[in-house]
Structures are given as C-alpha cells and as structure tokens.
C-alpha cells in the first residue's frame, strides 16, 4: 500500500495508433459456453480490444499471435482438428501481406471464427527410456480413453522427469516427443522418451548477489550439503530457508547446468538484499478493552550474519482509565540469531519490561529469557528455553507480593498450514510443558497447554473457508494462590472467547474478583466467507471455560457468537469482529468489538 507514490503506471504513447472492433464466433458443439470463455481468455484481440494498436503492422502482429493462441487453447480442450479463421476488414489473416494498409475511416473490424472440432481421446501410450525400460503411463494421467488434453502430457512429462531429478538425476530430460492424432478414430497416439542422465551428488555451493550479508553464512544457511545425492527438495528447502532470513528481498537456488570436473552439481545461490532497518506503528481497539498504540524499531543484519534486533513498545487500555497506574504499557528488546546449531536452528532471547492492568490482577515485571529453536523438518519445530521474571503483583489472594519465578519452556509445533496470517488449508499443533520454580514461595508447578486448529476450504477456488481451534491446558503442583497470577489460565476477549472482556472467564472469589484458574478449555468455530477477492464475512461461535483445579468442577462453559468483517491486504486481513455472549452473566458487557490484522486464529 502506497501512501506518498502514485499507483499510476505512466503508458507508453502508441505510435500511429489504429482501433479495431472484435468478434468472436464459435460455430462448432459448446452448449455450456465454457470452451468460448477460455478462447476469449486466450485471445489478446479480445482481452485488449479496448487499447490500440500501432498501425496496420501492429494489428497484424497481434492478430498472429492470437492465431497461435487459440490453436493452443483447442488443444488443451483436446480438440486436434479444430480451424480458426481470422479476418481482419473481412480479409484473411493468411492471405494478408505483410505491408498491408488497413486504415479507413474507423475501427478496424476484426471477426473471429473458431470450429473447434470433436474431442480427441488417448489411444496407444507409450512411456520409455533410452534403454527401452518401460514406465507406467498411467500414473501421470497418460489413461487410454481419457480426453487427451495437452495440458496432461506437458503434466506428465514434468512429473517424470520430476521423479527421474528425486532419484538423483540433475539432468533427467524428455528427449523425444511423438504425438499423432488419428483424425478418423479421433484419438491421440503419445510416445514419449526419457533420457535420465547421470546420478550426481551436490558440489560446492556459490553465492551471488551479496553486499553486507556475509557469503559463507549465506552458504551454510543454505544447507545444501557437498556430497549428497541430488534432489530438487533440498534446493526448495535452501531457498525456503534463505527467505526466512528476511534479509533478501528474493532467494533463488539453482543446481548448475552442467557437472563439474569431479562430476557434482554445484550449486548456484542467487540473492538480492532487502533494507536492513525498519520501523513501524499500529493502533488496535476493542469495546471492552479500549484503545492501544504500538511502535518499533528494527535491524534485520546487525553483525552482517542475518541477526535480528528488535525494539518495540506499547501503550493500551486508552480510554478505559485515565491514570497511568493503571494503563496498560510494555517495552521490549528482542534479539535472534540463526544458525547457532546449524542451518535448521535459531537463538531467541528477550528483554520485557510491562505494566499490565487486567481486571484479574495489576502487574508490573521485568523479564529475560533466552532460548533456541530447532526445525526437524520444514512442518516440525521443537524449541527449549529459560525464562527468569521478577515481579510485583497483586491479585484476588496477594497485594503487591513479589515474585521471582524461574521457568524451562519446552515446546514442539506441527504447522502445515499454506498461510500464517489467512490459512485456507492445513493444521496446527501446538504442545508446551513449562516446569516453573517461583523463589519466595517456594513454589514448583508444571503447566501444560495444547491447542491445535484446522482449516478447509470447502469449494475449489477457496471462497468458503471451515476453519476451527481446540485448546486445553492444565498446572499441576502448587495451589491455585501460590502460582503468580500472570501464571495462571484465564479466557475471554479477542484472542479467545469473543464477546467477553479481557480474562473474564473463570472462578471468581466472594468479592466478585477474578482468580484465574489452573485449567482452561477453549473452542472456536468460523466459517470464513470470501465475497470478492478483497472482502470476506465471518460468522463465528466461541466457547471456554476455566477452573480452579482439574476436574473442572463448579465451572460453566461461557460462548459468544458474532461476525466479523474481513479486508484483505498484502501484509494480511484486516479484522474488525463484533460478538455478544450467548449466557451473559451480571457483569458481562452486553458486546465486544475486536478489531486487528491477521485471522482470530
């Protein structure tokens, strides 16, 4: 989104501009008007019939291609006696010399005729290597009796030679096509040949592109390793890899076209560097929250090896209190470094200075952790870290008691989703095991928490989206007064059960004052509906609940239902939710509104 550069595109002046009129006339079997789309879509002619062309020579041009076009249209709909006629002021195509004048008093009129013929079927199919060996046809879609679609050989002929590269063949090719249409029995005879080539390991790994992103680390972040047999994975992994970096504004990873002298591939990475530095600012809002401001700061290359610094801030809760004691505020510094074991791990630590003031207990703490993250393969990451936290809290049992809590977060995610911020298909899982020690109480407890979601389109061009979230967790050890409040579950708001306030959810002591709890349950329903390609509704059902101990006794489930508006833009949807809560209770808000980037889960 540009907000101080115009979107316009400053066109090109058309040299002796010459306007034309077009029709398109398809004479032979196409009840359903399906065939007609795809040769208008095809068709140049009629795509830009409303822009001109230069002169006579630039219509004729344009009028060969469009030949060559729907020629290749009819065979993708496996027609191979199909005839396209194009007539340019009444005069055809082919008989039109090249200098011709086609100028008169207005547009040109351009008349299109396509019979496109009966559908053509496989016939024989042939599928074999320069040794004679035979391979299966019909895995690839190459069926006898099937509409033979061009399109399904050009398919087959990648997948082949796709599964020839998986092998370890770097320089699998098809070396020879035969396709012959019998136009009496109307099928299509394909022989096709492979050629596998030699199987080779990778060589060295070269880089290009660089500036102050250091070449050797950029080769090992690769992780394409010298010796290995060949497979196309690794370089799609590579590549993967190198962007996640975000230093490089685009990553490519090619093997070479050629083997070198002690018969490897070498590996070519290509990159081109993004800016460094960035900052930014946000603004959230919420019904029953009030409103927020954000702002940070950044370095994407600070020691020139891809290191991450971060320094963010945040204010919120504008507009529900006027005293700063009890708003809402936090300052970060957040610091990465990739590759500290290798290419598939990365070191995390952070610095948190908050105040936060929900209406289940006041905190202000200073925080450091420090941990590192591992990626087993490209769905599956397990990460391990130290947490220490000093501080002061009061809550529904304590006032302003002191805590110093020390804490191993443990944690293994499964993410297949196709999109962080609007997933239309996959699943995420989620596992943590925290053992905590919390000093001057003399406090051991471990928290456990799984959340998983899934998302399904429900339609091929992904309109209709199905999309749900379960998540559940437990503390075990010390009692419910002894775990530091901000330790402790609660549930409702934006984040989880929409049409509630912020961690309203929960046990509540005699004073009406939330406790928070040592076990939680949360569920949420969308189904995610795409109006046009920029604007989407949301209607959504949540659910939770939390407990004081295990056995969820003397708990009820608490659910919100609502819709959501969503926008879409390149960095996300933007989302604006409004919720009421389905058993509203004394002091429940009679509505929430959420409003944020990226889906509610």
Known sequence: MKFFESDTVDEVAVVDPLSYSVTLEVTGDDPDGELRSELETASQLMRESDRPVSGSIGLIQRANGDFEQLIAALYENARYAGEVRILLDGRRLAELPPDANLRGTGPVPVRIVVDPGKQF????????????????????????????????????????????????????????????ADHARGVLDVSLQLEAGPIAPFGQTAVDGAESVDSEFIARMAGVQQGEQYDPAALAAAEKRLRALEVFSSVTVRGSESLSADGSVPVQVSVAERKHRFLGAGATYSSTDGGGLEAYWGHRNLFGRAEKLRIEGSVSSLGKTGKAKDMTWRGAMLFEKPGVLGPASKFTSRLVVQQENPDAYRRF?????????????????????????????????????????????????RDTR????????????????????????????????????????????????????????????????????????????????????????????????????????????????????????VPFVDAGLVSANQNFSNTEFKAGAGVGLRYVTPFGPLRIDVAVPLNKGPTDPGYGIYAGIGQAF
């Open 418 to 537: 196709d999109s962080t911020l609007n997933p239309t298909t996959g699943t995420r899982l989620s596992l943590l095991v925290e053992p905590a020690y919390e000093i001057y109480g003399s406090a051991a407890f471990v928290k456990l928490r799984a959340e998983v979601s899934a998302y399904r389109a429900l339609d091929a061009e992904k309109r209709f989206v199905l999309a749900g979230r379960v998540a559940a967790g437990s503390i075990y050890g010390a009692s419910l007064a002894a775990i530091p409040a901000n330790r402790r579950f609660y549930a409702g708001g934006g984040g989880s059960v929409r049409g509630y306030g912020y961690q309203d959810i929960g046990p509540i002591n005699a004073a009406g004052q939330a406790t928070g709890g040592r076990s939680v349950i949360e569920t949420s329903a969308e189904l995610r509906i795409g109006i046009t390609d920029t604007i989407g509704i």
């Open 121 to 180: 079927r496989f016939g024989d199919v042939s599928v074999r290597d320069v040794d004679g060996r035979a391979y299966a046809a019909d895995e690839q879609g190459l069926t006898p009796g099937q509409l033979a679609k061009s399109t399904v050989i050009l398919d087959a002929e990648e997948a082949l030679v796709r599964e020839l590269e998986k092998s370890g063949h770097p320089f699998a090719q098809v070396s020879n096509r035969d396709v012959v």
């Open 365 to 413: 703490s200073v925080e450091a952790a420090a941990g590192v993250s591992y990626e087993l393969t490209p769905e599956q990451t397990v990460s391990a870290g130290l947490d220490a936290e000093y501080a002061r809290l009061t809550d529904s049992f304590n006032a302003n008691l002191e805590t110093i809590t020390l804490a191993v977060p443990l944690e293994y995610v």
